[in-house]
């Protein structure tokens, strides 16, 4: 093996636009052969059929297409079972190492980077694959609503005033964490915030990044391959310049905090009417994240929805099959999260 597998892990809090991203980089990766690792939190994989309807990847076995490079992991985010989901499957990619240029990894917008990072110190791993660089994917416009992100000065103030108080939330220690693993930000959903809004948000990425990394913006992750692969910097074997608010921890849990529910329902509906409903529950409890598949009433195209708190964007994809029911199927990340309430709610839509 005189070279080895070149691995982008590619993470960022829910809904930053990882998976756009990546859609992105399959429809125009110039001849690359791209093996891609979708991990989800949840049962319910949205994300790996968003890449398999990007037109570019077939999803079934063919001639053309022997083996198909989407491979999909559910059962929890990679940090906390890298050694159950993440292992087998890179063994199994390593195998096929001869018709691989590279893998990208999409990490669940809940994981931290670097417990996978350092799974690729592994000597089966290490032997074939390196990674060559950690990219973070920001939504601009939720740091700039503070939402995961906080006032360095007033955490500042108040520390002075109470150092006894608890100042950071999970979700703001993850935010640091992914920003502090990278060597690349992307500032994603820049069309969404001004010019003034956007250089607060860089300044506040530069405070919580532990050296020199490059910032680049984007919308809807359009940026082209040669920006994204290539970096060669063989992250596993420089950890210590990455550091993270787990180092200390022998293990770590999130899922206790954070949850997952979906609903999936035979019928069809009104997109407006839909998002409305969903903004609204966004609204009344503490969800996160919204994403998934419409059935449309009269359309012929299956419809993404997507929500980060009560922002969404929304498109088709495809057609629907006709071996496939014509299913709404609708994943919601949160704590606390009531599923009888929102389930009720979407049936008497």
Same mark, same amino acid.
């Given at each position: 093996?005189a070279?080895k597998?070149?691995v982008?892990?590619?993470?960022g809090?829910l809904?930053?636009?990882?998976?756009?991203?990546?859609?992105h980089?399959l429809q125009n990766?110039?001849?690359?052969r791209?093996?891609?690792?979708v991990?989800?939190f949840?049962?319910?994989g949205i994300?790996?059929?968003?890449?398999k309807?990007?037109?570019?990847?077939?999803?079934?076995e063919?001639?053309?297409?022997?083996?198909? =490079?989407?491979?999909?992991l559910t059962?929890?985010? #990679?940090?906390?079972t890298v050694?159950e989901e993440?292992?087998?499957t890179m063994r199994e990619?390593?195998?096929r190492?001869?018709?691989?240029?590279c893998i990208?990894v999409?990490t669940?917008?809940?994981?931290?980077?670097?417990?996978?990072v350092?799974a690729?110190?592994?000597?089966e791993i290490r032997?074939a694959?390196?990674?060559?660089a950690?990219?973070t994917?920001?939504?601009?416009a939720?740091v *700039?609503?503070?939402? /995961?992100?906080? +006032?360095?000065?007033?955490?500042?103030?108040q520390?002075?005033?109470? +150092?006894?108080?608890?100042?950071?939330?999970?979700?703001q220690e !993850? /935010?640091?964490?992914q920003l502090a693993? *990278?060597d690349?930000?992307?500032?994603?959903?820049?069309?969404?915030? +001004?010019? *003034?809004?956007q250089a607060q948000?860089?300044?506040l990425?530069? =405070?919580?990044?532990p050296?020199e990394?490059?910032i680049?913006?984007?919308?809807?992750?359009k940026?082209d391959a040669s920006? !994204?692969?290539? /970096?060669?910097?063989a @992250?596993?074997?420089n950890?210590?310049?990455r550091p993270s608010h787990h +180092?200390s921890e022998?293990?770590?849990n999130?899922?206790?905090e954070?949850?997952s529910?979906?609903?999936? $329902?035979?019928r069809?509906?009104?997109?407006?009417k839909?998002?409305?409903?969903?903004?609204?529950?966004?609204?009344?409890?503490?969800i996160?994240?919204i994403k998934?598949?419409?059935? @449309?009433?009269n359309k012929?195209?299956r #419809?993404?929805m997507?929500?980060?708190?009560?922002r969404?964007d929304?498109?088709?994809?495809?057609?629907?099959?006709?071996?496939e029911?014509k299913?709404t199927s609708?994943?919601?990340?949160?704590r606390d $999260?009531?599923y009888s309430?929102?389930e009720?709610?979407l049936v008497a839509l």
């Amino acid at each position: 093996m005189a070279t080895k597998i070149p691995v982008t892990v590619i993470t960022g809090f829910l809904g930053s636009g990882k998976t756009s991203l990546i859609r992105h980089l399959l429809q125009n990766k110039q001849g690359r052969r791209i093996a891609v690792l979708v991990n989800e939190f949840g049962e319910l994989g949205i994300d790996g059929e968003l890449l398999k309807s990007c037109q570019i990847c077939p999803e079934d076995e063919t001639e053309e297409n022997p083996e198909n =490079n989407i491979f999909e992991l559910t059962n929890g985010c #990679l940090c906390c079972t890298v050694q159950e989901e993440f292992y087998p499957t890179m063994r199994e990619l390593i195998k096929r190492r001869d018709s691989i240029d590279c893998i990208i990894v999409e990490t669940s917008g809940l994981a931290l980077p670097k417990p996978l990072v350092k799974a690729f110190r592994w000597q089966e791993i290490r032997n074939a694959a390196t990674v060559d660089a950690v990219i973070t994917v920001v939504d601009c416009a939720a740091v *700039a609503a503070g939402t /995961f992100a906080s +006032d360095l000065d007033a955490i500042a103030a108040q520390r002075q005033e109470n +150092d006894k108080l608890e100042h950071e939330t999970p979700l703001q220690e !993850l /935010f640091e964490d992914q920003l502090a693993c *990278a060597d690349l930000v992307i500032l994603n959903k820049t069309d969404l915030v +001004d010019d *003034a809004t956007q250089a607060q948000v860089i300044e506040l990425v530069k =405070n919580e990044l532990p050296r020199e990394v490059k910032i680049v913006s984007s919308d809807y992750g359009k940026l082209d391959a040669s920006i !994204l692969l290539g /970096f060669e910097s063989a @992250v596993e074997d420089n950890l210590d310049s990455r550091p993270s608010h787990h +180092d200390s921890e022998q293990d770590h849990n999130h899922d206790d905090e954070i949850t997952s529910t979906h609903v999936i $329902l035979d019928r069809t509906f009104d997109p407006e009417k839909l998002q409305s409903i969903l903004g609204k529950l966004a609204q009344e409890q503490e969800i996160y994240r919204i994403k998934g598949f419409v059935a @449309v009433t009269n359309k012929p195209m299956r #419809l993404v929805m997507q929500g980060v708190g009560t922002r969404f964007d929304k498109f088709y994809d495809r057609p629907w099959r006709p071996e496939e029911a014509k299913q709404t199927s609708l994943v919601f990340i949160g704590r606390d $999260l009531q599923y009888s309430e929102i389930e009720s709610q979407l049936v008497a839509l």
